[in-house]
């Protein structure tokens, strides 16, 4: 079973452009959650998708957005990007949104932004 | 407001001895907590959890202990193995409706081991 998956690896955007990000979960997942990490901040959480529903969203500014379609593929926009939106942002998914269900990470996006 | 505090940035053991990695939480809601490792260039892989109505976890070499009154818990790796370098992390979660897909993470510990 392949997992999670992330794309593109690495990004380079400049200040003021917009940026989108996908990510496919594991077959059959259907909760998809982003994180982002910065160095020293460990992961913040972004939001989390389920049956293309935002369920949850973190305390994140109004600049960074997400989608779910109906096949569990996810993508996450940051638009007017800032210096600091440089970043790691980590998918995760798992199988539905039971209490204490395993999550799932992707091997991430490397966002910088110049 | 950092709610899951890793104080240590880094922990460097012998190999063949035991690794203690702590957390500290302030949330009481928090009720389940988790440990992830991190390779670099990879993203974290679940390794060990803990419900609030246990005080330990034993899984091979992992061992989780809860301390709900200190709001403290610990990993504990025995024997400590060169392939554990790594960063690890601490997580929780809590939500009162029981679906608690927002984990909390805290800022990580990077554990070496030296052979």
């Known amino acids: 079973k392949a997992g999670v998956t992330q794309t593109p690896r690495y990004l380079i955007k400049t200040r003021g452009q917009q940026v989108t990000l996908s990510c496919s979960p594991i077959?059959?997942?259907?909760?998809v959650s982003w994180y982002q990490q910065t160095p020293g901040q460990g992961l913040q959480f972004l939001f989390e998708y389920f049956s293309e529903t935002q369920r949850n969203k973190g305390n994140f500014p109004g600049r960074f957005s997400g989608r779910q379609f109906s096949n569990s593929r996810s993508e996450m926009n940051v638009s007017t990007l800032e210096l600091g939106d440089s970043a790691l942002y980590l998918c995760?998914?798992?199988?539905?949104?039971?209490?204490?269900?395993?999550?799932?990470f992707g091997s991430g996006t490397q966002l910088s932004v110049l | 407001d950092q709610q899951v505090k890793q104080n240590s940035p880094s922990l460097s053991v012998q190999e063949g001895r035991i690794s203690i990695l702590n957390c500290d939480y302030t949330?009481?809601?928090?009720?389940?907590f988790l440990w992830y490792k991190k390779y670099p260039a990879e993203g974290p892989t679940f390794l060990i959890s803990i419900s609030s109505i246990k005080d330990k976890n034993e899984d091979g070499r992992f061992t989780v202990f809860l301390n709900k009154s200190a709001k403290h818990l610990s990993l504990h790796i025995v024997p400590s193995q060169p392939g554990d370098s790594a960063v690890y992390f601490c997580a929780a979660s809590g939500d009162a409706s029981g679906s608690a897909r927002q984990l909390t993470f805290g800022s990580g510990t990077q554990l070496t081991v030296l052979p």
């Open positions: 077959s059959g997942h259907r909760s």
């Open positions: 949330n009481s809601m928090f009720d389940y």
């Open positions: 995760a998914s798992s199988a539905n949104r039971l209490a204490n269900e395993k999550l799932f």
